[in-house]
């Protein structure tokens, strides 16, 4: 379904949604940190900078999710579990942010097991994509099949910026079919050349794309270089902060830790982690296979690019280069993985 | 809402010191219906949740076939661990699972089974043992190997002559060190597997225990003829969620908590040495 | 200059009076650089030197404990290397220092030079075993005149400010990694028993995480701004280390850095010593 909504229109759009539910939307604020924040109004929307520092999953992936509470008296134990999750709008993020969510729903839906948490609050969730015009240097989303400038994978509704300054409006799912008949006067029908337009945009944008790996080459080669000398020269700029998975829109590994207020309460709380800290494999006693830097740091390349493939047959990267930006001395995660021969 | 991260309730009704620092506990849930219900089988983990402190992964000790309980054999060396020493009768703990692949005893019938335990790696191989000696008409003769640093870490003592007088079963026993008054062999398990010589036909050697003795019991096994599909272990790795999701145990594409943690050494072989 | 530089590296290495370089080199587009580890001389020519080399490559040095290095350092990276030497870290007679004249250093977030740079009085640098290009030191000395500034707000203000700043940290860790100084193996923030900080990520615990963070490098830290530019989400950690250094100096006339041979303020003690941030 396919239709056109204008510039101004945007912001009653916004403002419809604002008053409904909590609509998150990317925020500029005091140090020029663009983040998904919670809008007030529709004017604190910054469509203006391509990619946020952090991106959106941390409002459905919570970073710390009260699994939860449990309290201990006399008649023995009890288990507080949360309340419903309210439903959200995560309004403005790119075709890789949305695409994050369909890699990681996959994990969360897998292997017998469906962790709720984060399926309720996906179920919760409206996906508004805008799609990228201008890719910076760190972008690569079209190495992967199914990423690109106007990719709609991920979305509820995708809005790509026409020439006149209005949005081709495309809804993908039914939550995005809803999102425009509950505000069908902001609407109109699409243009007859919107395709063509969007085709061209996406032509104009992926030619700034400067990188596109050939990924599928590269896992063929991951396997036998497990052991290679690569990894032990590659390895030595990272310090192994957390800073490149906590701004990944796929990265999902994490921890589950109990936080004891007093005696008798207490709160089981699941938390983001990273592959790259020294604890992440410690065990009890002190026993850890990966104490190695060089160890996490070729785990973190070959689990994204080749076990997760094996399991999932995607890889774990959007290729948004968040990652690329965020790293404190600019590893350039393409150039690793190019590098293994 | 399926909470797939909610423990069950249950009580502590038992404690035994096994040796210094290993404790075995039974528990009970709260809800007898629930524990009536509730089965695993021997080769899988569970999940001890100890409110207010954290949660841990352990193997169930005993098998199926006697569920009234669930009981572990829980060793002193970090924060839940240090917490649950601490634990008394009548205390509450929740549990979570079963998790994990589990021994396939269905393929293993009318063959002999050879288990090479060292230390308190027989606290994992307990549960396979008493399944299969619960059901020994489906196997034909089964040997346990023990060993330990010196007769008094040897866990389970008191179960050995139970477990000796069922038809064609063989224990022995060796500690590194012998002590006054042991009657058993004296030497590592690997020396004493090689002198035990046993046949690699219709055999299946289950192991487990500190990995360097894996290593060389490996050798021996290897060297006496028997195939990698015809060793199975059990792999110890850091455990989070249990349920294949927080990506902790991921070792190459497989994810301990739920590929594992019993492997055949073929599927082994490929994975790090650190593993 | 990247010439020079390349040829010295290269001779050091040949003649084996150091088993690594530690630079820069290239990294994804003009405006970014990497630390660049080197130990054939073959490859000295990925080395180079220009104003995106924003990294403070002293802090390797902690890594590279058992090895002969040489590595390339701006004035105030030069600072960092004196400190880890004070602190035993390795011996001076392990670690070559090739200092190079820098005009500045540009954040690759903002695109603008760094507020460090503007009144530096190492752009020339001093105390290096080899010395690369010249430059003018800037006039203006350092000045603590924004943290002053900012100490005149009410405390509503202030902790309005860092609550703020606390809500946005992510617990990446990245301003602890980068830190020169902070090489503790087991960090407070990692230990379980007992568990200090919880994993928790709120502005609560974070809050703790920085504070206890800075109390840990205090009279220590050279104000290098690595962990301010590091930070994934802006969080302005400069004004914290600006704030230390600035006590330091007032409280204790202590200035890191400076003297491989000075005992830091925390670690000593004189009957004169003010006793304002006690009590």
Redesign the interface.
Known sequence: MTYLISKENINALLTSLLAAKTVYAPKK?A???V?FGKLGSAAEWHGASLLT??TAKDKVYL??ESLFKIKKGKDGVQIEEPAEPEEIVIFGCRPCDARGFDVINKLFNWSNFVDEYYTKRMEKTTVITISCEKPE??CFCTSFAKGGPVNETGSDLLLTPQKDGNYFAEAVSEKGKKVVSENSKLFSEAPVNALQEKADFKTAAETKIVKKLDLAAIKKLMEPAFEAAYWD?VH??C?????C???CPTCYCF?I?E?AFDNLNSER?R????CM???FTRMAGGVNPRTDTKKRFRQRFMHKFNYHVDNFKEELCTGCGRC???C?????I??VIEGIK | MTNIYKPHIAKVVEIKVETGDIKSFKFQFVDPAAQKAFTWKAGQFLILNIFGVGEAVFTFANPQTRNEYIECSIRKV??VS?AIHELEVGDSVGIRGPYGNWFPFEKWHGKNLLYVAGGVGLAALRSPIEFALDNKQDFKNITILYGARSPLDLCYKDKFSDWETIKDTQMILTADKGSEGWKHKVGFVPAVLKEVHPSPKDTVAIICGPPIMIKFVLKELLDLGFTPEQIVTTLEMKMKCGLGKCGRCNVKHLYICKDGPVFTYAELKDLPDEY | MDKELQELIKKLLTEKKAEWAVGYEK???EF??????V?DPAAAGRLLFNKYCI?NLG??LN?LKKNKVAVVCKGCDIATVFELIREKQFKRENVTIIGVACEGVVD???GKLLEKCENCAVKQPVGADFTLGTAKNSPKPKSFEDVALFEKKSSKEKAEFWE??FE?C?????C???CPVCYCPDCFA?R??P?YL?????AGENKLFHMVRMQHVFGRCTDCK?CD??C?????LSLLTKKLAKDAKELFNYESGADTDARPPLSTYDEGDSESDIM
């Open positions: 604020d140090e020029e940190t983040l520092h952090t970073q710390s240097s760190t020269t030595l700029p310090v192994k902060c957390g800073a998975t906590y701004v921890d830790t936080k709380v938390n983001w982690d990273t800290s020294e604890i690329i930006k965020a404190p001395v600019s590893i350039d393409r150039k | 970090g924060l240090e | 990294s994804y587009d970014s650089t990497s630390p660049a580890f130990n990294n802090s390797y890594k690759k977030r903002t703020r700043q946005k992510i617990r990446c860790y990245a602890r990694n980068v990692q379980s028993m568990e919880s994993k928790h990520v709120e690595a530019t590091a994934p989400v802006n969080i302005p």
